[in-house]
């Protein structure tokens, strides 16, 4: 399977630097199409363009509301024909119309081990809640923040002298490693959301999500 993955992000886009170094690689089937940021100051703009991909600005603060606002994004996403679409960084919290657009097709990915620690501030929580292992979750997307079906994930160790920043800073490798796997499953035609429960090779997924620890 090869096609056409767009990537839509609001900030520096460290992971999306690991998804563009894949398929350059060669490790990922198709191309990423279109980087498209709400904020046009938005880092990962300058890593799409130094890699000659199509960027695209569409700043969410010109919109009356947020359904007006994913309507035109899903205008925009559309002309690309993406067969997958990307969240990387992107902090948008999207409509119930957006997400059903895109079902099966739309994936993020979050730095905790879901389902603990949906929205933010996950790793000042998993320091706070004592926890001995943290980590990052790639998910399909549904109306439910962060609360899609798993398909991948990447542990931690928790130190005892970890800050947030330090605690961030190591779930971001693993992050780098899982999200180009979670996208080259997907474009090879490997992981499918069937009845809202993810099956990589045909194997449902359901209670034996693969995880790589540190």
């Known amino acids: 399977m090869s096609g056409s993955i767009v ?22 089937p198709g191309q990423i199409s279109a980087v498209i940021s709400n904020k ?20 969410h603060t010109e919109f009356a509301n ?7 994004m899903i205008r925009l996403i559309d002309e690309y024909q993406p067969d ?8 948008r ?14 994936i993020n990915i979050h730095p905790s081990l879901l389902p603990k620690y949906q929205g933010l501030h996950t790793h ?13 979750s790639v998910h399909f997307v549904t109306e439910e923040l962060d609360g899609g079906p798993v398909f991948i994930q990447a542990s931690v160790p928790v130190e005892q002298d970890d800050t947030p920043e330090t605690l961030a800073a190591r779930v971001l490798v693993q992050e780098h490693k899982i999200y180009p ?12 959301l069937q009845d809202n429960i993810p099956h990589l090779d ?13």
Not at 14 to 26: F, M, R, T
Not at 66 to 72: K, P
Not at 93 to 106: E, P, S, W
Not at 124 to 136: F, L, N, P, V, Y
């Open 7 to 28: 990537v839509l992000i609001s900030g520096s886009g460290s992971n999306l630097q690991a998804i563009i170094d894949s398929v350059k690689a060669g490790d990922i």
């Open 40 to 59: 046009e100051n938005a880092y990962g703009l300058q890593r799409a363009e130094q890699a000659d991909i199509p960027t695209r600005v569409l700043d």
């Open 93 to 106: 919290i999207l409509t119930a119309d957006f997400v059903r657009r895109y079902a099966g097709k739309l």
């Open 124 to 136: 000042k929580r998993a320091i706070e809640a004592g926890d001995s292992t943290h980590g990052a």
């Open 181 to 192: 796997i979670a996208v080259k499953w997907f474009m090879e035609g490997r992981i499918q």
């Open 202 to 214: 045909g194997v449902s997924l359901a209670g034996n999500i693969p995880l790589l620890s540190a």
């Open 84 to 91: 997958l679409v990307v969240l990387s960084g992107f902090m």
């Open 66 to 72: 947020r359904e007006i606002f994913d309507a035109n």
